[in-house]
């Protein structure tokens, strides 16, 4: 092994962590610290009500804004994830 380079001898060329500090990826760093609590517990709120109003009418008009306030939701909370997280 005099020449060789040690990175062709990892089976798993993918590092999934930062070695100068020992943590994992931003992306699931954030999770982990609990910064994206507040966002996902907004997202779990806003997906119950979303629910709640698609079930509790038999009205189409309203089951398609229950619809449409669970995508808002969704996009939303990605918003929010999207500004968390710098830029690398």
């Known amino acids: 092994m005099s020449s060789l380079d ?12 930062d070695h100068e500090d020992g943590l994992e990826p931003r992306e699931i760093a954030d999770w982990n610290t609990g910064r994206a609590a507040p966002v996902v517990i907004l997202m779990i709120l806003a997906t119950v009500a979303a629910v709640v109003a698609v079930l509790a009418s038999p009205v189409p ?26 830029a690398a």
């Open 6 to 17: 040690t990175a062709t001898l990892d089976p798993d060329p993918v590092d999934d962590v």
């Open 61 to 86: 008009v309203v089951l398609g804004s229950g619809l449409i306030a669970l995508v808002a939701a969704s996009v939303a909370v990605r918003t929010a994830l999207r500004a968390e997280t710098p």
